[in-house]
């Protein structure tokens, strides 16, 4: 390209993107050339990263620490808004795995990830999926057997558990208490199929033997946290 002997410098014609290199020399008046210097490479890049989601967040979870998982096309920063954040703040080619900071018990829809790469072309944002934490355990309490009835048939077992708003219960599982074993023998598992909240239970239940029977309910919501009973 011509240039006049003063110049310091020249615009080129639109370049992709790509790697670039530039190759120079000059010539003066009397057609003597200078070397040729070799400048580059010089990348153009004024695309921003793609981002897709990996592994959701499982909902509802009882870890109030959960994982994502995201893919990316570019390395970067990872910036987040929303609710969450993380320790984490870059971000490779290929598959990436963050651990959110705390979160409180509650429904998160607000979440995004951005990546920016090394050009400073942010990507779209990437939506985490609406997700609930939930790090509370159900409660349950009898309503049948009254404590010092005596049954002549099969004992009446009947009940309630709740669980905290967002979730609900998953299934209750009965116990007697063995003093020959010293330990709670399962008596049977009820699946609460219809995701009621609260979760109304029954079973009829014939001991083997006579005698006197301690009985406990304990009930596991669907996020996996189980009630503690005595």
């Known amino acids: 390209k011509d240039a006049e002997e003063d110049a310091t410098g020249t615009i080129s014609d639109p370049l992709g993107e790509f790697a670039w290199y530039f190759h120079l020399r000059t010539v003066d008046n009397a057609g003597n050339w200078t070397s040729t210097v070799h400048v580059g490479p010089f990348i153009i890049d004024a695309t921003g990263p793609i981002l897709s989601e990996v592994t959701p967040v499982s909902t509802p979870t009882n870890n109030p620490t959960p994982d994502y998982t995201f893919n990316s096309d570019e390395d970067g920063d990872i910036s987040y808004v929303g609710s969450c954040s993380s320790v984490t703040s870059s971000a490779v080619a290929g598959g990436n795995t963050i651990t959110f900071d705390f979160l409180s018990d509650g429904t998160y829809s607000d979440c995004t990830i951005t990546v920016t790469d090394s050009a400073g072309n942010p990507s779209d944002p990437l939506s985490v999926n609406t997700f609930t934490v939930d790090t509370q355990a159900p ?32 299934y209750v599982t009965l116990y007697y208490w063995d003093d020959d074993e010293g330990e709670w023998i399962e008596i049977t598992q009820l699946s609460n199929d219809g995701l009621n909240e609260p979760f109304y239970w029954d079973y009829e239940w014939e001991p083997e033997n006579e005698g006197v029977y301690d009985i406990m309910a304990e009930a596991t919501d669907t996020a996996g946290n189980t009630e503690s009973s005595p």
Do not use: L, M
Not at 150 to 159: A, L, M, N, R
């Open 139 to 170: 409660v349950s309490s009898f309503s049948s057997p009254e404590n010092g009835t005596f049954w002549k048939g099969p004992i009446d077992i009947s009940g309630s558990s709740t669980d905290i708003p967002d979730t609900t219960v998953d």
